[in-house]
């Protein structure tokens, strides 16, 4: 485990992000922006679970955008949790 560690210190980019001013908290806002994102739009799947159970169904959602080749499909499905959850995790790190 160690030797791995090593070698990822050793990596260009490991190099580039440690001489970087910027570099850092610019992959922290992601990482904390990305989990927003995934915690709001899991958090509004369940809402619109919830709400169906009582015969509610919201429709909010925007989706599913993306593209279709022959050999790869890739498609997104967008709901106001992602947004909400990306906001919030923005948010966070600006007061952190």
Do not use: C, K
Not at 36 to 59: D, M, N, T, Y
């Amino acid at each position: 485990m160690g030797a791995l560690i090593a070698w990822l210190e050793q990596l260009a980019l490991a190099e580039a992000i440690r001489r970087s001013a910027w570099a850092y908290p610019a992959l922290e806002v992601m990482h904390i922006a990305s989990f927003g994102v995934l915690i709001g739009s899991l958090a509004w799947e369940v809402l619109e679970r919830i709400l169906a159970r009582f015969g509610v169904q919201p429709g909010l959602s925007l989706g599913p955008i993306g593209f279709d080749l022959d050999v790869l499909a890739f498609s997104l499905v967008l709901n106001p949790g992602t947004i909400l959850g990306a906001l919030g995790g923005l948010l966070l790190f600006h007061f952190l």
